[in-house]
């Protein structure tokens, strides 16, 4: 396994400033007010040649009454438990808190290796780091995450406590999770995962950070996305809010496949079906889960029913693949990461030329295209030139004679040869200049 980096600290002491320099992008929320970070964000990273992943957890306040605090320590706690090596983080501005001592107490208790990190030293001095002394954890580095100052450092010393002969990370498939804010999204990830990996609560909106989280079944390995609820425009008002909206869809652009949870007991909504037209069009295989089907009132024609609703609402995406499943009871949940294999397979799927050239040559024999001006398009040879999503090159005589719904028509013919449903397909055509 790849090592786990835990950045451990109280609220607001630049704990996800420091994830972002070493991620090389930002992933976490960072903004200046304590509880923006929520859950454990991870990133796949490597230092002097080692990989790892890097965590970042919530500010919390040990022994803390308020509700939305105590799910933060519990997540903090699970990532002090999964972590190789914890970096803790304090403010040299504040210096030394209380409640920084009760951080340190609950790290020790845990036998893990730490780095303590002073954070935000701007002008180095000894005396700035004197009283951290006092916590019993070793020599603490003075780091300014803004400025980049110190970073290497503390990776270095979590590389040289990484426990050794750690297997080489695989691949894993990316899925990321999205929906409008209360679909079940959470409940969801954590039916997967079999554990309690995201904060869920009934507040709507409470996931508000894309979270990374890889996972084993069997041989096959996985990183679930879990991301906010994606508003309306106009009812995205809170900044923070807004930064994780744009971070589900930068979830989507990474992922490999998209799950769109829907929920069942309302149908498929107007928002819903922009989401799905948003992946749709970034080209992402995807599913359409409708969750807490356990909620729905059925009788024989619940399904058939609500598959033609869907047809209907997503015309543009006739391909869609649907699952009906309850995150609440577990629900054909176990179903989920199969059909993401199959979406995916099929958007990676490679049509051989040869059977492409005969396949569209017999369909515009079949049906012609339609003539324009006296001019009818003239098909030379065909070719997928990509996967995921699956792209098909038409060297015609004129690009401007193919028409969209005779584009449409053959993608049809190659979607009625091959499976690629789940996944959507593009047709691009290219002129030729025909010999004199």
């Known amino acids: 396994m790849v090592p786990a980096v835990a950045i451990v600290g109280r609220p ?3 704990k996800s400033t420091f994830f972002n320099k070493v991620a090389g992008r930002k992933i976490s929320i960072t903004e200046n007010r304590p509880g923006v970070t929520r859950d454990r964000i991870t990133a796949d990273c490597e230092w002097c ?19 939305m605090m105590r799910h933060i320590a519990a997540q903090v706690e699970l990532a002090i438990d999964t972590a190789d090596v914890i970096l803790f983080f304090t403010d040299a501005r504040e210096g030394l808190t209380p409640a920084d001592t009760d951080v340190a107490h609950l790290l020790r208790r845990s036998k893990k290796p730490i780095v303590l990190v002073v954070n935000k030293v ?5 005396e700035k780091l004197s009283e951290f002394y006092s916590l019993g954890l070793g020599e603490p ?72 989280t890889r996972f084993q ?13 994606i508003r309306r425009k106009r009812s995205v008002n809170d900044d923070v809010e807004y930064y994780s909206v744009l971070r589900a869809f930068d979830a989507v652009k990474r992922a490999d496949v998209v799950l769109l949870v829907v929920d069942a007991t309302e149908g498929l909504t107007e928002q819903d079906v922009k989401i799905a037209g948003m992946v749709h069009e970034e080209g992402k295989p995807s599913l359409i889960v409708m969750n807490k089907w356990d909620l729905v009132e059925k009788d024989t024609n619940t399904v058939q029913k609500f598959e033609k609703d869907l047809a209907e609402d997503l015309k543009f995406m006739g391909y869609f693949k649907s699952a009906y499943v309850s995150a609440k009871t577990g629900q054909r949940v176990e179903k989920l990461l199969a059909l993401a294999e199959e979406v995916y397979a099929h958007a990676s799927f490679r049509v051989p030329t040869g059977a492409l050239n005969d396949l569209l040559m017999d ?14 398009m003239k098909l030379y040879y065909a070719a997928q030139v990509s996967v995921c999503p699956p ?19 053959l993608e049809n013919v190659i979607r009625g040869a091959y499976d690629f449903s789940g996944t959507p397909l593009l047709i691009r055509a290219h002129s030729k200049k025909e010999k004199e």
Do not use: C, W
């Not at 080692?50 to 308020?66: A, M, Q, R, V, W």
């Not at 997967?192 to 009934?202: A, D, K, M, N, Q």
């Open 391 to 409: 792209v098909f090159s038409l060297q015609v005589n004129d690009e401007t004679l193919l028409h969209f719904s005779y584009e449409r028509y």
């Open 122 to 126: 701007d002008d180095y001095s000894p």
């Open 49 to 67: 040649g080692k990989p790892f992943t890097l965590i970042d957890t919530g500010g919390f306040e040990i022994g803390s009454e308020d509700g």
């Open 363 to 376: 369909a515009m024999r079949v049906s012609e295209p339609p003539s324009y001006l006296g001019r009818r």
């Open 217 to 229: 079944r069997g041989e096959k390995s996985y990183t679930v996305i879990d991301t906010a609820g």
């Open 141 to 212: 580095f003075a780091v300014s995450s803004e400025h980049s100052r110190g970073v290497g450092d503390v990776l270095d010393r979590a590389v040289e406590m990484f426990p050794r002969g750690e297997a080489e990370e695989t691949g894993s498939l990316k899925i990321a999770i999205v929906g409008k804010p209360n679909a079940g999204k959470s409940s969801l990830v954590n039916r997967i995962l079999g554990e309690e990996r995201t904060i869920v609560t009934p507040v709507a909106g409470t996931t508000r950070d894309a979270v990374d």
């Open 12 to 14: 607001n002491v630049g």
